[in-house]
């Protein structure tokens, strides 16, 4: 699944589809984020609230990854920085 987020409201809507994808309900998915099944909720309803760490962590449970690239080509870069 490849999918472009441009609001927060289609961040949810894609993480709520991953994880039914992945056959987990709320609270299977908020036990393996070591979360409540409120919390996971909410972060779907509102992923406006989501902080990065809680992002990656969701998106790693759910056998998704991030990837940032350019807009004009649509090519994602490794970039060699070091942080």
């Excluded at 609230?49 to 649509?74: H, N």
């Amino acid at each position: 699944m490849k999918q472009i987020v441009s609001t927060p409201w289609q961040l949810g809507q894609i993480l709520q589809a991953a994880r039914k994808a992945a056959g987990l309900n709320q609270t299977e998915a908020a036990a393996r984020l070591n979360i409540s099944q409120s919390r996971m909720s909410h972060m779907e309803l509102n992923p406006d609230t989501i902080s990065v760490d809680q992002l990656l962590a969701l998106v790693g449970a759910l056998g998704l990854e991030l990837v940032v690239q350019d807009r004009a080509t649509g090519a994602a870069e490794v970039s060699d920085v070091a942080w």
